[in-house]
């Protein structure tokens, strides 16, 4: 699992910039030392999870608001969106 933030510049993101962007760059290399064998990695970007809770409700939808306009899909994702593309790839042979 990695996010988005591995290649967002926001504001105190820097560690999760940090550890999602070595995923991210660990990932080919692995898949070509482990070949056949499929490594891939799922960074999601704005899911609406508890996480966000830190945020008034209508901070948060007017966030989601804003955020949706430049996603093709035109919404935030939810988990299921997620877990829905972890279990393709683990189904992927």
């Known amino acids: 699992m990695s996010t988005a933030t591995a290649r967002a510049a926001a504001p105190d993101t ?14 080919p290399p692995l898949a070509a030392e482990l070949s056949p064998v499929r490594v891939n990695a799922v960074a999601p970007g704005a899911i609406d999870t508890p996480w966000w809770s830190f945020l008034p409700d209508d901070a948060k939808e007017t966030q989601f608001a804003a955020a949706a ?13 997620v877990a829905d593309a972890i279990r393709y790839f683990i189904g992927s042979t």
């Open 14 to 27: 820097v560690t999760f910039a940090a550890v999602n962007g070595a995923i991210e760059r660990i990932v």
């Open 69 to 81: 306009e430049g996603l093709p899909a035109k919404r935030i994702g939810r988990p299921d969106d």
